[in-house]
């Protein structure tokens, strides 16, 4: 049973043309949160969601721009993607802020640049 | 600034025999240790966790172990399976802040 659903799972795009990659959770969890992550790197978060406020690490482009219409979905929106863009991006979801609950990942999208 | 270092990019084990995977941090602020498990096209999985309160956890084959003082913490397998190959992330976290901390990983392969 997939709580944590990315799509699509693979994503092709042009340089510059923008993208959004989509995350819906069925757990009802409060945050959520996207990754990118590089091969062989750490995933890295690019931002959160407590319920529905914002935020931003502080070394994520501004590139990168996320939405959260309700508590079941979150959007990563790529306003101009660069080939250092290609990436796999991660979302995952948690339920409070309490140490001992762990994230919930979905299966990833990988972005190709063109 | 790595704050989370997993030093051994891959390790090699024979099935049956144990595995040990190995995490370095350098923020004395974290009170909270994850292991992640990675298959190959999806995401990461939750493995087992430890409390900085104390210095070891067990579940089932998976046992971490936590020293403090060396800011150190370890994930043994034993026995390890031809199933457990995957990445392993180490993640650590802190109270106050609802984010993760990851290294880079591990890539456990076990061999038949």
């Known amino acids: 049973d997939a709580m944590v659903i990315q799509n699509p799972r693979y994503q092709v795009t042009q340089f510059g043309k923008p993208v959004t990659l989509s995350c819906s959770q069925t757990?009802?969890?409060?945050?959520m949160y996207w990754y990118q992550q590089k091969s062989s790197q750490a995933p890295k978060l690019l931002f959160h969601y407590y319920d529905k406020d914002f935020n931003n690490e502080a070394d994520t482009p501004d590139n990168f721009q996320s939405r959260r219409p309700n508590t079941s979905f979150c959007f990563l929106d790529i306003r101009s993607p660069g080939l250092g863009d290609a990436a796999m991006y991660l979302c995952a979801t948690r339920t409070g802020t309490g140490a001992n609950q762990p994230q919930h990942f979905g299966d990833g999208t990988r972005l190709s640049i063109l | 600034d790595q704050q989370v270092k997993q030093n051994s990019p891959s390790l090699s084990v024979q099935e049956g025999r144990i595995s040990i995977l190995n995490c370095d941090y350098t923020?004395?602020?974290?009170?909270?240790f994850l292991w992640y498990k990675k298959y190959p096209a999806e995401g990461p999985t939750f493995l087992i966790s430890i409390s900085s309160i104390k210095d070891k956890n067990e579940d089932g084959r998976f046992t971490v172990f936590l020293n403090k003082s060396a800011k150190h913490l370890s994930l043994h397998i034993v026995p390890s399976q031809p199933g457990d190959s995957a990445v392993y992330f180490c993640?650590?976290?802190?109270?106050?802040?609802?984010?993760?901390?990851f290294g880079k990983g591990t890539m456990l392969l076990v061999s038949p």
């Open positions: 923020n004395s602020m974290f009170d909270y």
């Open positions: 993640a650590a976290f802190y109270s106050g802040y609802s984010t993760l901390t």
């Open positions: 757990l009802n969890h409060n945050v």
